[in-house]
């Protein structure tokens, strides 16, 4: 089992940056792919940015590239999330997400653990 909380939400100007964190449970956290996801009002859970274990091979969504930054530490349990420049549409509640699929990347279905989100609003 793994435990997740984000937390660095809040609300920002647009152009503005905000880091977001996610602090894992277990001993196993290593081993883990992690992701973030967010989530409009009235839409789906979207993909965002998601990182493998080694933090080799990091993704993102289009809509995020060149302002998103994923990345981890694996000896403090913890995966961030850089945001800048950030835009009103980036407004949503942002989810961490864990998976034991070492591949899962984008794909919501693979991650079996959440955290309980955390909302960031970007104001125009």
């Known amino acids: 089992q793994v435990q997740l909380v984000e937390s660095g939400g809040g609300l920002v100007q647009a152009g503005g940056s905000l880091r977001l964190s996610c602090a894992a449970s277990g001993r196993t956290f290593s081993s883990y792919a992690m992701g973030w996801f967010r989530q409009a009002p009235g839409k789906e859970r979207d993909f965002v940015a998601s990182?493998?274990?080694?933090?080799?091979?990091?993704y993102y969504a289009d809509s995020v590239k060149g302002r998103f930054t994923i990345s981890r530490d694996n000896a403090k349990s913890t995966v961030y999330l850089q945001m800048n420049s950030l835009k009103p549409e980036d407004t949503a509640v942002y989810y961490c997400a864990a998976s034991t699929f070492s591949s899962a990347d984008s794909a919501l279905a693979r991650y079996n653990y959440w955290g309980q989100g955390t909302q960031v609003t970007v104001s125009s």
């Open positions: 990182i493998r274990w080694s933090g080799s091979l990091r």
